[in-house]
Every structure is written in structure tokens, then in C-alpha cells.
């Protein structure tokens, strides 16, 4: 099993709109090392769903249904592909971009070292400490 992190503004789409659809289409990612990222995706792998902007916090897990498949949302023929998500848990507790910063088993998350970058690969450590931090 894989461990991610992707970004959305929850204005946008939250993690309440992807529990109330019961999973949801990933589109819409256009930058490549991103791409790359829901390009090695694969069924059973956990996603943190970060709300971005505004909450800027882990707000729960998603997990991923089907390997990367042309994004529909692109034109014919781009590289551009997505993932089908679905809700896996709320988390207790939302975790802060303060408290991900103040956590020493973090420092070398991908969402501090690139923190535009909308799909990340994370460690399993990493993913298990932000888990932690949310119960």
C-alpha cells in the first residue's frame, strides 16, 4: 500500500461534499509532478484530504477505487489523468498546517518542503503521525 496527500479548497470541493457523492472523480490536476503522483495511484491506497486556502488542515482519509485514468475534464489525447476517490474516515480532529510544522517526525513532509504542489507521495511514517495527531 501507497500513502498520498491531496489538496483541495473546500470551497471548491471538501471532504463533506466527497462523503456526500460517496466517491468523486479526481480532476483537474495540471501540473506533472502532481500527474505523476495520480499516475502511480493504485486501488486500497490512503489519501489525506487537505483543505487548502482557507482551513489549511487534514481533515480525513480517502481511499483510492481505481487506478489513473484519463482525466475527463482535459482535452482528448493530454496527459492529464485521474483517480476515483471515495471517503475512508473523518478524523477526529482536523490536523493544522501549524501543527503539521510543529511536529519534529514532519519536518520533511512534502507539504511543508512543496507546498504548491496539489497530490504528494507520502511515507508511511508520515501518513501514521498525521493520523496520530488527528485522534
Known sequence: MNYW?????????????????????WTGVRNHQARNCLAQMQPGDLVLVYHSVTDKEVVG????????????????????VAVDLAPHQRLPKP????????????????????????VMALRPEEFDTVLELGH
Open 5 to 25: 496527500l491531496v489538496k483541495s479548497e473546500p470551497s471548491a470541493y471538501s471532504f463533506a461534499d466527497l462523503e456526500r457523492d460517496g466517491q468523486t472523480d
Open 61 to 80: 482519509v480517502a481511499q483510492v477505487l481505481r487506478p489513473a485514468a484519463p482525466d475527463r475534464t482535459a482535452e482528448p489525447g493530454s496527459p492529464w
Open 95 to 118: 490536523v493544522s498546517l501549524a501543527a503539521i510544522k510543529a511536529e519534529p517526525r514532519l519536518q520533511q513532509i512534502g507539504l511543508l518542503r512543496q507546498s504548491r504542489l496539489s
